[in-house]
């Protein structure tokens, strides 16, 4: 497959695992509307590369989309902007790797062998003739970015393990699990949303949060 082609592809689905995420969010929530944003420079991305393929090599256009899906992604959302070197690696010629640690710890060690792992079997899967297989893998590979942050700030904070807080309503329908930084809020026992929150939220903003969030909304073929 043309490599102009491919990245195509590969930012068409990325944008509509974020679309499909920004409805996780609150109505107004401002990652919400940053996931949007992002998932519309990543088709404006994928329009311009699909057009370069006859040239070879993306123009100006896709450079300047991909710069802007990364500016939201990094500022507005709790999507690692890392996830994009994914897409643009089939014209750039550069594989995204996982950096080295420094840290000897047991736990550490073994969270980052894992996280390795994680990432060569889903390189391959990116580009999966069946959509749902993609689509899988890009979720996938934005948890495994997640999952890194944390273990670069437990290694940078010398803690070995990350605790969860669990929130649950009087009649179990509605919960949320808090880690430093991130909240999934869970409905009917179905995840329905991943919100990344500051780590100084309080219980209050928490509780608020779960209450707040809109469940995903199924449409009937």
Same mark, same amino acid.
């Not at 057009?51 to 500022?75: I, K, M």
């Not at 580009?127 to 942050?149: E, M, W």
């Given at each position: 497959?043309?490599?102009?082609?491919?990245?195509?592809?590969?930012?068409?689905?990325? $944008?509509?695992?974020?679309? %499909?995420?920004?409805?996780?969010?609150?109505?107004?929530?401002?990652?919400?509307?940053?996931? *949007?944003?992002?998932?519309?420079?990543?088709?404006?991305?994928?329009?311009? =590369?699909?057009? $370069?393929?006859?040239?070879? $090599?993306?123009?100006?256009?896709? %450079? *300047?989309?991909?710069?802007?899906?990364? *500016?939201?992604?990094?500022?507005?959302?709790?999507?690692?902007?890392?996830?994009?070197?994914?897409?643009?690696?089939?014209?750039?010629?550069?594989?995204?790797?996982?950096?080295? #640690?420094?840290?000897?710890?047991?736990?550490?060690?073994?969270? !980052?062998?894992?996280?390795?792992?994680?990432?060569?079997?889903?390189?391959?899967?990116? /580009? %999966?003739?069946? /959509?749902?297989?993609?689509?899988?893998?890009?979720?996938?590979?934005?948890? #495994?970015?997640?999952?890194?942050?944390?273990?670069?700030?437990?290694?940078?904070?010398?803690?070995?393990?990350?605790?969860?807080?669990?929130?649950?309503?009087? /009649?179990?329908?509605?919960?949320?699990? !808090?880690?430093?930084?991130?909240?999934?809020?869970?409905?009917?026992?179905?995840?329905?949303?991943?919100?990344?929150?500051?780590?100084?939220?309080?219980?209050?903003?928490?509780?608020?949060?779960?209450?707040?969030?809109?469940? =995903?909304?199924?449409? $009937?073929?």
């Amino acid at each position: 497959m043309n490599p102009c082609v491919k990245a195509a592809v590969r930012a068409q689905r990325l $944008s509509a695992v974020l679309l %499909d995420a920004a409805k996780g969010h609150p109505r107004g929530h401002a990652e919400g509307r940053a996931l *949007r944003a992002a998932a519309r420079h990543l088709l404006g991305a994928g329009n311009a =590369l699909a057009t $370069s393929a006859l040239t070879g $090599s993306p123009g100006p256009a896709a %450079d *300047r989309a991909f710069l802007l899906a990364r *500016r939201q992604l990094a500022f507005g959302t709790s999507v690692d902007s890392a996830v994009l070197d994914h897409v643009t690696a089939p014209v750039t010629g550069i594989t995204p790797r996982l950096d080295p #640690l420094s840290s000897l710890d047991q736990d550490h060690v073994r969270r !980052h062998r894992r996280q390795l792992a994680q990432l060569l079997d889903l390189a391959p899967r990116l /580009d %999966d003739r069946d /959509d749902d297989v993609a689509t899988a893998a890009f979720i996938a590979l934005i948890h #495994l970015y997640r999952d890194r942050a944390r273990l670069v700030d437990d290694i940078h904070n010398g803690r070995t393990a990350q605790p969860t807080a669990t929130f649950r309503t009087a /009649d179990g329908l509605r919960s949320g699990e !808090h880690q430093p930084g991130f909240l999934t809020v869970f409905i009917g026992g179905r995840i329905a949303a991943e919100l990344g929150v500051p780590l100084d939220i309080t219980a209050g903003e928490i509780w608020r949060l779960i209450a707040d969030t809109q469940p =995903l909304t199924e449409v $009937s073929a």
